[in-house]
């Protein structure tokens, strides 16, 4: 059963791929990036946090469907959560 889910997930992660290359090859990949900073300029806090929310929700299909992640340990948890912390909050507090 396992072999099914993984497969249906690596054909997703690529299906993600084959759209993100089909737009960076139309447009110049500073294009794109602009294109979805105007985008992101449109979101409100409401919004930005039903992100978050279907993340969470996101992360626990992903856990149920492969338990062996909690497996991990919980310093290798944080130190994931330090490194791709720090960009977002040196940015927010620090940088003018």
Do not use: H
């Not at 139309?26 to 919004?47: A, I, P």
């Not at 929700?57 to 959560?81: E, R, S």
Request: with cysteine; glycine share 8%; hydrophobic share 55%.
């Amino acid at each position: 059963m396992l072999r099914g889910k993984a497969l249906f997930l690596r054909r997703l992660f690529c299906l993600g791929f084959l759209a993100l290359g089909g737009i960076m090859n139309d447009n110049k990949e500073g294009e794109m990036f602009g294109k979805m900073n105007q985008r992101v300029k449109n979101l409100t806090v409401v919004d930005i946090g039903l992100v978050k929310w279907s993340v969470l929700f996101a992360t626990i299909i992903i856990v149920k469907i492969f338990p062996q992640l909690l497996k991990i340990d919980y310093v290798v948890l944080v130190a994931l959560m330090l490194i791709c912390g720090a960009k977002p909050l040196y940015k927010f507090w620090f940088k003018k």
